[in-house]
């Protein structure tokens, strides 16, 4: 684990981004493409403004979601449209984007979501495995993707042996399908952004040991894949 501390949001924003370029950039050179997954919510919408105007080989990149809401993407808290506004233009508007799921089912009870992540497997599928790199954040609760500690599905979204998994938190609206924590061990690098002093304790509580309890620490406590945490 490798630590980055920036005086301020707008910093990390910036210096975060110019390092993912250069890990995307890499990639494109080694293997003639790079699959880029990122997360939701309003903490990286900076970073995502400042890494789309970066000369990039973007028609060679891949975006995925870490996780997204069940919800249409339409709705006001959908990843996909996020990362379609706030990611998805100026030079990057050239990247491909791989959502999740087009449509949701009428229901979502767990057969549903069952379905819906089984679908979503089906369709990750197609992408060269491992991803290259994966751009996760924190809760205050020590989740991260969407591995909400005490959710249902919770268990299976740390053990299951395909890339997207189903979670119903019980501390967050809606349910969630979500990249495993194997899919994401799996990542060739993983960047953790976080700022704050809520979530500087909560991170420095993490790395002491893993626990469920925390799902970050499972990200931080391994040494299977590099992990660069970005503290502001």
Do not use: Y
Not at 221 to 227: A, E, F, L, S, Y
């Amino acid at each position: 684990m490798k630590e980055h501390v920036c005086n301020s949001a707008a910093e990390l924003a910036w210096q975060l981004a110019d390092s993912v370029a250069q890990s995307l950039q890499g990639a494109i050179q080694q293997r003639g493409h790079a699959v880029l997954a990122v997360s939701g919510g309003k903490s990286p919408i900076a970073l995502f403004e400042a890494l789309r105007v970066l000369p990039l080989e973007w028609s060679r990149v891949t975006v995925l979601l870490v996780d997204e809401r069940c919800v249409p993407h339409h709705h006001a808290d959908s990843n996909t449209a996020l990362v379609r506004r706030h990611l998805l233009q100026d030079a990057a508007a050239a990247a491909t984007f791989l959502p999740f799921f087009d449509q949701l089912p009428p229901s979502l009870d767990d057969a549903a979501l069952t379905a819906l992540a089984a679908a979503a497997n089906r369709r990750l599928a197609t992408q060269p495995w491992p991803l290259d790199l994966a751009l996760l954040g924190m809760g205050e609760d020590g989740h991260t993707a969407s591995l909400f500690p005490g959710a249902a599905g919770l268990r299976t979204a740390l053990n299951s042996s395909g890339p997207v998994a189903w979670v119903r938190p019980t501390t967050a609206a809606h349910a969630r399908l979500t990249l495993t924590l194997p899919a994401l061990l799996a990542t060739r690098e993983l960047a953790l952004a976080l700022g704050g002093a809520s979530k500087l304790a909560v991170f420095q509580q993490a790395r002491l040991g893993a626990d469920e309890a925390l799902p970050v620490s499972l990200i931080l406590n391994q040494h299977q894949t590099p992990v660069s945490v970005w503290l502001a």
